[in-house]
């Protein structure tokens, strides 16, 4: 069963010394986006967890937010970049000088600048933090497939109950076309009766007559069409692969064929239906864009 694009999941572990948070979250989107927000620490992590994401997640706009506190490791290493905190320092002079400002440069004002400072890890503990990271990021990963996987089952349900609408109007309106050809006859015989009374109808003309308009609204290939396309559609909701593309495809032809049917057929209570089973379609085209 397809899941939703929409999800939202948040785990915190301990590891080897270290707090770990990683949150998750989720919107729709047309394919997969993924950013990450994390310590700069970290940065050596960002593809390796976009990696365990992506494993995951076929579909959607996903954010993660990594945070660690590391305690009382010994192992920091905390360095001024003397190189980059001169040019800020440069950098602001020039602004008070030129621009007659404030001279309220102070260590706080340039140790807000984050790249002033190189905090780093020795290397050798780098494959502890991603064991640490990696821990917590498939805890948050689980939560948040199966949020995902519970909205899937309830759009799935949804979307059956309507492909069951669309069903019924496309039935009813196959049962209403084969009376256009009959009530066309009798309109068509009625008028010339009127017209030029009996001694001047044409039987075989009017049944002539008859059959070309029949050809002319036809609308079984579109009912075939119909009844095809929500048997695919059908067979998507039970796969348990992302389909939510093929299904938003599948959607554009139903309405291609509903408006073919609405052009073809001028007789009221089949145009009825077909704004009704538009309605649906529409609802369902709705409903697909949070598949994934």
């Not at 047309?30 to 076929?58: H, M, N, T, W």
């Not at 009813?172 to 084969?178: D, Q, V």
Request: net charge negative; glycine share 6%.
């Amino acid at each position: 069963m397809p899941n939703s694009m929409t999800g939202y999941a948040k785990a915190q572990t301990q590891h080897n010394g270290m707090d770990i948070t990683v949150e998750i979250r989720s919107v729709n989107h047309k394919g997969f986006e993924y950013s990450c927000r994390a310590p700069r620490i970290l940065a050596f992590l960002e593809d390796k967890v976009k990696a365990e994401v992506q494993k995951r997640a076929a579909r959607g706009k996903i954010d993660v937010f990594l945070s660690i506190d590391l305690g009382e490791s010994e192992n920091i290493d905390l360095r001024l970049n003397k190189s980059v905190l001169e040019a800020y320092l440069a950098m602001l002079k020039t602004l008070r000088d030129d621009y007659g400002l404030k001279d309220d440069i102070s260590v706080m004002s340039v140790a807000r600048f984050s790249d002033v400072f190189d905090l780093k890890k020795a290397e050798q503990d780098q494959q502890v933090i991603w064991e640490g990271v990696c821990e917590c990021l498939n805890e948050a990963l689980e939560s948040f497939i199966e949020m995902r996987r519970k909205e899937g089952e309830s759009l799935c349900a949804d979307l059956e109950q309507r492909k069951e609408h669309v069903l019924a109007l496309v039935s009813a309106i196959e049962e209403r076309a084969p009376k256009l050809e009959e009530e066309y006859r009798e309109k068509l015989g009625a008028r010339m009766r009127e017209l030029l009374g009996d001694a001047g109808i044409d039987e075989q003309r009017i049944l002539t007559e008859a059959a070309v308009y029949a050809d002319k609204v036809s609308i079984a290939e579109e009912i075939v069409r119909l009844k095809s396309h929500m048997e695919q559609f059908g067979q998507m909701l039970k796969s348990g692969e992302p389909i939510g593309r093929k299904m938003n495809f599948l959607s554009q032809e139903m309405n291609r064929e509903a408006n073919t049917i609405a052009s073809k057929v001028g007789d009221v209570q089949i145009v009825r239906m077909v704004v009704e089973l538009k309605s649906e379609i529409e609802n369902i085209r709705e409903q697909i864009q949070n598949i994934e």
